[in-house]
């Protein structure tokens, strides 16, 4: 049973444009979450990260807004670059678990 | 230059053998992590540990032992008993549970 989950395995946007990746959880105990970028053959890297307890942070061009009544949480990217091509993974931690758990990620191509 | 190294990049096993992938930090992190990705599953945890000398099962443990007799090394051994090894392998640490992870390079093991 996925906890977090990424329903969209890949996503294409035009260079210049907003990219929004999606990400949907169930524990309802989880109080932070995550963003990370992965490119091939590497480990991911960390981008954004949200408090539960607010509903939007922003660092330059990627911005993650938290929808907690959904359980819902999206990164925006704005705008799209071809270096922004790379899997993006959500992931969320549960204090009381103690444990991040990742979704299944999703690939972003941005072309030029 | 701080950081987490993994080592080998790749590794070639023959069925039935034990192999230990080596992982090392010099973030001064008191936890640290193993995960596993395989395609299109995310990446889902092996063991991780809090502090040196402690350590737990994730949700995947089975077959896979580890160690953590020094805070920079937490070396996962992958045993005969795992069925499905072939696998890329990931390495991180953060400062506490709660806060962002650091991730190595990654280690890609191949069971011949």
């Known amino acids: 049973d996925q906890q977090v989950k990424q329903n969209s395995p890949s996503l294409s946007v035009q260079e210049g444009r907003i990219s929004i990746l999606n990400c949907d959880y169930t524990n309802s105990m989880f109080d932070y979450f995550l963003w990370y970028k992965k490119y091939p053959a590497e480990g991911p890297t960390f981008l954004i990260s949200?408090?539960?307890?607010?509903d939007k942070n922003e660092d330059g061009r990627f911005t993650v807004f938290l929808n907690k009544s959904a359980k819902h949480l999206s990164l925006h990217i704005v705008p799209s670059q071809p270096g922004d091509s790379a899997v993006y993974f959500c992931?969320?931690?549960?204090?009381?678990?103690?444990?991040?758990?990742f979704g299944s990620g999703t690939q972003l191509t941005v072309l030029p | 230059d701080g950081g987490i190294t993994q080592s080998p990049k790749y590794l070639f096993r023959k069925e039935g053998q034990n192999v230990t992938l080596s992982c090392e930090q010099n973030l001064n992190h008191d936890a640290m992590y193993w995960y596993r990705q395989d395609p299109g599953q995310g990446l889902r945890l092996i063991y991780y540990?809090?502090?040196?000398?402690?350590?737990q099962k994730g949700d995947i443990a089975e077959g896979y032992s580890v160690s953590r007799e020094k805070k920079e090394s937490f070396p996962l051994t992958v045993t005969s008993a795992q069925k499905n090894p072939t696998a890329f392998y990931l390495c991180?640490?953060?400062?506490?549970?709660?806060?962002?992870?650091?991730f190595g390079q990654g280690t890609r093991l191949t069971v011949v």
């Open positions: 991180a640490s953060s400062q506490t549970m709660n806060t962002e992870a650091f």
């Open positions: 992931a969320a931690y549960s204090g009381s678990a103690r444990q991040l758990t």
């Open positions: 540990s809090q502090i040196v000398n402690d350590f």
């Open positions: 949200i408090s539960s307890i607010k």
